[in-house]
């Protein structure tokens, strides 16, 4: 192994280390708590070191997010291909999700309520944001329904399953409901 491969190795290491120290620190404390200068104490490297890999937090918000959606693509795929119809595709996806967001809520905040500089349903939108995406338009796709967009129905789909786990989360839907609800949503998308 060269010199260059061996730091470019260090490297990829250390930005892991920085992403998995965020992520652990903003679910024990919350984002907030989350600050250049604790981090490259927690990690045991200068702060020039971590700026070296990300210019900031926003930076390191969106690493986090990345690898979040990545997680969640494959959770989503492990329910999906678990179920036996279209039906209990459907619910496995909105279990799977919000079982997702209730267990990670730091990762879920850095998905879709922190700035982490990501672009959605662009064209510069980062492959795992994408593949996320296209876990749930996989299984939904099928019950969409005739002359339904299944984007678009996948798109309805998961906004329901965002607001949801944003709404339980903050307590304003009771949280022992959760079953009726997704009984419920699943009801009204599995129809196709």
Known sequence: MSVQDRKQRERAERERLIVA???ELAEQQGWDAVTTRLLAQRIEYSQP??????RGKREIVGAVALEGAAEMAVAVRAAASSA??????????????LDFAARNPAVYDALFQL???LAFAQDDTPEPLKDAFAALLESLGEVAGDGVDPALFTEVFWASLHGLATLTRAGRLPPEDVGPRVALLVDRFAVG
Do not use: C, I, K, W
């Open 21 to 23: 120290t965020a992520r």
């Open 84 to 97: 036996n119809s279209p039906r209990e595709r459907v619910a496995a996806l909105a279990r799977t999700y």
């Open 115 to 117: 700035d982490g500089g």
């Open 49 to 54: 070191v971590l700026y070296s890999h990300f």
